[in-house]
C-alpha cells in the first residue's frame, strides 16, 4: 500500500498536475471583468471541469453545480466519511474564476498556457486560486489510497471571489443544512512568507472603494483659450486626495480609518517580521525606489494594520501619445483603501465620502458612485487540537513549526463564514507571496510548497478527533 507522502508526490507530478493545467486553459474570467460571463460560459465550463475530476476520484461523493439566474456558478462537495471515522466535517473553500490576463508575461508564458518550468506552474488562477479544489481533493485521495480514516469532507468552490463574492453569503445559507457542524474552516486563498512552514493567516484587512468624479466643464475647450481661467479637474482632484492622504509619507490622513494594533498581535507581528527580515520589503522597484519603511516589524504593520489608498484606475485622462491642447473636462479616479481589521468600514466610508464632497475646491461638480465597505477580519484563536496538530505536521513535513502571520489584502466574507459555521476554527492558510504574482504577468503556483502542503492538510484532517458513534 502507497503512504499518503508517496501518492501525494506522485499526483502533483501527473493527475493533479494535469488537472491544474487543463484549469488554467480555462479563461475563466471573474464576472467583473468579464460583463458577458454567462453567455460565454467559462466560469461554468472550470466548475463543470472540476465536477468531473471529482466524481472521477469519489464516485460515491456528491459534486453539486449552484446556479442561480444572473449570478456565477458554485460548487458544493460533500464527500462520506471513510474508514469509520466519527468526527466531525472538515470544510474546504476556494475560487474557480480569474483576474484578467494583464500584460508583460515574460517570453513562453501566458495566462492561458499552463508552463511548468523552474519547479513553479506558470498561469492565471494556478495559485490564486484554482489548486484549492485540485488540492483538497488530492489530500483526501491520498489518505484512502494509505488506507488512513478521515471524517466527512465538504466544501464550497465559487466563482466571483474576484469580483467581490457578492452571492456567496447566500450560498452558505443554502448548503449550510447540508454541510452540517464543520471542525475547521479551510480557506485556501491566503499567503506566505517563506517556503519553509505552513503559514496562518491571523488577520484581513478590510475595503472602502469608490469612484470619484471631478467635472469643471460640459466639453473640453482649448487650454489657450481656457487655462488660468478655468480651474484644472486634475488640481482639484489633487486637493480632495490631499484631504485623504499625505502624499509624503504614504499615511491616510481621516481618524476612522486607524485602530491600535492589538497589544495580543503585537509580539506575534514581531516575531513574523524577526522571521522574514529584509525580504518583507522586497519588491520590484524600478530606479533608486525606495520602500515607506525598510524595518520589517513596520513595513508589515503598514501593511496590515494601518489604512492605505491606491489610485486603482483613472479616466478623463487621454493616453499621452494622444494628448492635445485641451483643457479636459473631468478626472475620474477609482480609490481603493485598504483598512485595518477591527474597524467600522461603513463609518470609515462615510468619513471619506464626507471629506471629498465638503468645501469642494472652485465649487466644481463632484460624484461619488461604486460605493464598496467591507470590514477586515481577526480569526479566532484556533482550537487546541488543531493548532497542535498543524504545528506538529507543519513540523514533520517542513522542519519548522507552523507561524501566524497578518494579510494585508481582504477577503470580505471572511465573516459570512464565521456566521455560518460559529462553532469551526479557520484553518486559514495558501501559497500566495511575493514570487506567486498573483493578478500579475507571471503567475505561478510553487509546486514542490504545494505539495508539501498538500500533506500538511491530509495530516491535519486525518487528525480531526472521533466522536461518539
Known sequence: MTTTAEFIKNAWKGETLEAMKNFIRIPSKSSAFEADWEVRGEL?????QAESWGHQRFPEGIFDVLQKPCIPPALYIDLPAFGGHTGRPVFF????DKQPETQGWSEGLGPWTPVVKDGRLYGRGSSDDGYSFYTALTAIQALEASGRPHPRIVGLFETDEESGSIDLAQYLKDIAPRAGNPCILTILDLGIHDYDRIWLTQSLRGVVSFKLKVEVLQHPVHSGIASGIVPSSFAVMRELLDRLEDPATGRVKLPSFHVELPEEHRETLKRCAEIVGQHAVEFPYAGDTEPRSSDPFEAMKRNTWEPSLSILGA???????EASALLRASTTLALSFRLPPRLDAQRALSEAISAVTTNIPSHAKVT???????GGFDAPALAPWLKNSIDKASTEVFGHPVEFCFEGASIGTMRDFRTTFPNASFFNTGVLGAKENAHAPDESLPLSYVERLTEVIARVVASVPLEEA
Open 44 to 48: 461554468l465550463r472550470a466548475v463543470r
Open 315 to 321: 479616466d478623463g485622462l487621454p493616453s499621452t501619445s
Open 93 to 96: 473553500y476556494g475560487h474557480f
Open 368 to 374: 461619488v458612485y461604486d460605493l464598496r465597505a467591507e
